[in-house]
């Protein structure tokens, strides 16, 4: 089996293996997240040797060149001597320039990078614990061109490091690291009347309220339907927000739903798949965008495209974990 | 370069195909075939839709002819537990059959289809674990 070489130790790969579980098992402190190959958080590059093109992945072209690579999906045919890359080399700085109250668990963190960032919304950047060096991913609920800042919607996790740290620690003023962007859940221009069906749970709402504004912004004209899940009202963000967009756009409709026992007037009752699909059961010819709890998004996209929606025209937010619970 | 025997048959196929727009198209239409085949879909229960389909469209790619990284030991190793669970030769014919019927739909010419389904056919050995 091939052999990787970081910092003069090397260790040959056990069958199977990858690139990060080996250099895990040798105490070399790889930063990891999803070990999915989605969030970028084990990126890598190979200073000998070439990496496999599949642990490459969904990295920037420029990335690519220079043989980065994505440790936890790395599975290489011949010897590779690997770096860590260096914080300089990717990360980018940012002040922190809000920190708002969404709900009880949820905060909008606003952040003013020290370069510009070329995304769109709807993609994903990690905010980085510069003095531990630990990050993770959050999607982009701002739209370039229609705020300066960049807006991320934090939930707090349980025991979760960089949540934790997001709602205890930060204040305004300071300033982080950031990296990215990645993720290609985000408006598609050029069929502006394709009909648009959205649906999320919990903080999954962030990078559809960036695709939404976008596409509006955009000149979409097609129906965007939005439905947004949480067990009881309280978990309903950005409602007022919503609503007056819905008031301004004829064509967007916003629904907000709640799975728990409670029925409040205003919301729909059931989960938010449930009464999208419920509503909208012909998907031929839509583009879905499903955000938030991994259960949901999963069973979503079967049913999505049961329902009529092509694949191709199935997106789901990547990276998942931040709107469901597991803890970083 | 390339074998030209080989390379360029292969090529040739994949491209009166269509490409990979036509690998798209076919994807949805074989992929749902297949979901709702009650003498199969069990063993899709419970596997991640994106990454099942992606794996569909990699699959279509090489019955097309087309680029792939596909190896014999890959074939082995990712249908290795779907053996386990009872995946036999019966299993296999349903999928060439949603296959064959996906190229029909989408108006593909015979000696095509032929060929696309030998490509297939090529896989079975590795796929069932024999």
Redesign the interface.
């Known amino acids: 089996m091939p052999v990787v070489c970081h910092e003069g130790q090397s260790v040959e790969l056990a069958e199977g293996q990858s690139v990060l579980d080996a250099l895990l098992a040798q105490g070399v402190p790889v930063p990891y997240a999803c070990r999915a190959g989605i969030c970028q958080s084990c990126l890598m590059r190979a200073v000998e040797g070439q990496p496999p093109?599949?642990s490459q992945q969904g990295l920037k072209e420029t990335l690519r060149l220079q043989n980065y690579f994505l440790a936890c999906v790395c599975h290489p045919t011949e010897n590779l001597r690997v770096a860590l890359p260096s914080a300089q080399e990717l990360n980018v700085p940012a002040t922190v320039t809000g920190l708002r109250r969404l709900n009880a668990e949820i905060i909008e963190l606003t952040l003013m990078a020290h370069a510009p960032l070329d995304y769109r919304a709807g993609q994903f950047i990690a905010v980085i614990n510069k003095d531990t060096g630990q990050g993770r991913s959050y999607s982009l609920a701002s739209v370039p061109g229609e705020e300066e800042s960049l807006h991320l919607h934090v939930r707090r996790l349980p025991g979760g490091r960089i949540s934790g740290w997001i709602h205890e620690e930060l204040r305004a003023g300071q300033t982080i690291e950031i990296r990215g962007p990645a993720g290609d859940c985000f408006y598609v221009p050029g069929r502006p009347e394709q009909p648009l069906l959205l649906i999320g749970t919990g903080s999954g709402l962030a990078p559809l309220y960036g695709i939404l504004r976008d596409a509006l912004a955009r000149g979409h004209w097609g129906p965007i339907r939005l439905f947004h899940g949480s067990r009881n009202a309280g978990g309903i963000y950005l409602r007022n927000e919503l609503r007056e967009l819905a008031r301004r756009h004829p064509r967007f409709d916003y629904v907000p739903c709640l799975s728990g026992p409670d029925i409040s007037p205003g919301y729909a009752s059931g989960r938010a798949h449930d009464a999208a699909l419920a509503e909208v059961p012909d998907l031929k010819g839509w583009r879905v965008f499903l955000c938030g709890h991994p259960d949901m998004v999963?069973q979503a996209?079967?049913r999505a495209?049961?329902a009529g929606a092509?694949?191709?025209e199935?997106h789901?937010d990547a990276f998942q974990s931040n709107h469901a619970g597991a803890a970083s | 370069m390339n074998d030209p025997t080989t390379a360029t048959q292969n090529a040739t196929l994949f491209e009166k195909l269509g490409g990979e727009p036509a690998v798209n198209a076919a994807v949805d239409i074989f992929y749902r075939k297949v979901i709702a085949d009650p003498r199969i879909n069990t063993f899709f229960f419970g596997v991640d839709m994106a990454q099942q389909a992606a794996k569909q469209k990699s699959f279509l790619t090489m019955a097309f002819g087309g680029p792939h990284h596909y190896t014999g030991l890959d074939m082995r190793r990712g249908h290795a537990r779907l053996v386990q669970m009872g995946l036999t030769d019966r299993h296999f014919d349903a999928v060439l059959e949603h296959l064959g019927n996906t190229l029909r739909e989408l108006n593909v010419a015979a000696p095509l289809i032929d060929q696309v389904i030998a490509i297939a056919e090529s896989t079975r050995t590795d796929v069932l674990g024999r």
């Open positions: 093109a599949s999963q996209q079967m495209y049961l092509s694949l191709q199935i789901a």
